[in-house]
């Protein structure tokens, strides 16, 4: 089976920087994506990466080594916004199908 | 991006009937998956939907339980049949491909919250 693990909780300061970890064991591997996901709202696109290295993008930066099947999150300057549920998730095939394996959610408080 | 319209956004049924719900999609996709998201749970694939096939569905899910119709490329349903107080999550539409193609994301759909009585 597939296998995706994230922290369940992670608790933060405003202004503060923290990272969110996901270690993945598949039967296969296409990339990996965080995406975002506010209470009650569909989840949103953060990151992607395919190959192994640090992607940056404004605030939010995800980081892979494919070899030890890691990947983590780091947000900067945290805002109370950024509190929501960030899922690790896996894409198995290739193709420009993106179907994905999730990790269960990280759920992040920032307080202030 | 694409703009995915799921109805309806939510509904409270009673054990035993069957429920559809809808996406649309603005945009011509190739793939259209249809995920479940239980009460503090992540994201489960249900099936994908394929235009002019049978939808491939992942393992626990049946057609049975879970029929889905893809008549075109923007378009698809899923029927949560039978439904008992098990059923009630949080179901979402994701597209990929297409125009899409070469982005890296999978876009979702706003979700369909059931509640089953």
């Known amino acids: 089976g597939q296998n995706i693990d994230q922290p369940t909780e992670m608790t933060a300061t405003e202004g503060a920087i923290v990272q969110i970890n996901c270690t993945y064991q598949?039967?296969?591997?296409?990339?990996l994506f965080w995406y975002q996901q506010h209470a009650g709202e569909a989840p949103t696109f953060l990151s992607y990466n395919v190959l192994d290295g640090l992607e940056e993008k404004g605030r939010f930066s995800s980081f892979l080594s494919r070899s030890k099947g890691y990947s983590y999150l780091l947000l900067k300057e945290l805002q109370m916004k950024d509190s929501a549920s960030y899922l690790c998730a896996v894409s198995l095939f290739s193709g420009s199908a993106r179907q994905l394996t999730f990790g269960s959610g990280t759920q992040l408080t920032v307080l202030p | 991006s694409a703009v995915i319209s799921q109805k309806p956004s939510r509904d409270i049924c009673q054990r035993g009937t069957s429920l559809t719900i809808q996406c649309q999609v603005d945009s011509q996709v190739t793939m259209m998956f249809w995920y479940r998201q239980q009460p503090g749970q992540s994201l489960t694939l249900i099936a994908t939907a394929n235009q002019g096939s049978e939808a491939t569905y992942e393992s626990g899910f049946v057609i049975d339980k879970f029929p889905i119709s893809r008549p075109n490329l923007t378009f698809s349903t899923l029927t949560v049949s039978n439904m008992s107080p098990e059923d009630s999550s949080i179901y979402l539409c994701?597209?990929?491909?297409?125009?899409?193609?070469?982005?890296?994301?999978?876009?979702f759909g706003e979700g369909s919250r059931l509640t089953v009585l």
């Open positions: 994701s597209v990929s491909g297409g125009a899409l193609a070469g982005t890296g994301e999978l876009f």
């Open positions: 598949t039967s296969g591997f296409n990339g």
